[in-house]
């Protein structure tokens, strides 16, 4: 055994805990898009009116979200532009303050044989997942 023996680092816990210090957590002003259609209208409003009571998300899902845009700029954006399109924006926000919905557009695309900028949503799943998916 050496004399001067450190331990190693939790270096998870530590990447944790980096990430859990910078969430942050915002007013709701306006359901996310992605909620439409969700079949509670009690619960929907909660999130809005209560949002400051309710559990800050798992710092694990907060890794999925910051993976994702690492999917989004390093994977999907060059697929999509070996493809041919041009990618006109990428996280924009898209708000409807009439109907009170907002989110973020992953991509806004574009090419000739398009008609008009096509926005574009990006997802990871495993190919397993995706080949159960059969309807929006």
């Not at 050496?2 to 957590?25: F, R, W, Y």
């Not at 041919?84 to 000739?112: H, S, T, Y």
Request: contains cysteine.
């Amino acid at each position: 055994m050496l004399k001067s023996q450190v331990p190693l680092p939790d270096v998870g816990a530590e990447i944790k805990k980096a990430v859990a210090s910078e969430m942050k957590v915002f007013p709701v002003r306006s359901n996310y898009a992605s909620a439409i259609g969700y079949p509670c209208i009690r619960n929907l409003v909660y999130r809005r009116l209560d949002w400051a009571s309710l559990p800050q998300k798992p710092v694990e899902l907060e890794m999925i979200f910051r993976g994702g845009k690492v999917i989004e700029r390093h994977i999907a954006k060059p697929y999509l532009e070996a493809a041919g399109f041009d990618i006109v924006e990428m996280g924009r926000r898209a708000d409807w303050p009439e109907k009170q919905i907002g989110g973020e557009l992953d991509f806004v695309i574009r090419r000739k044989d398009l008609p008009c900028d096509v926005p574009v949503e990006t997802k990871g799943l495993a190919h397993h997942v995706w080949a159960k998916i059969n309807t929006i």
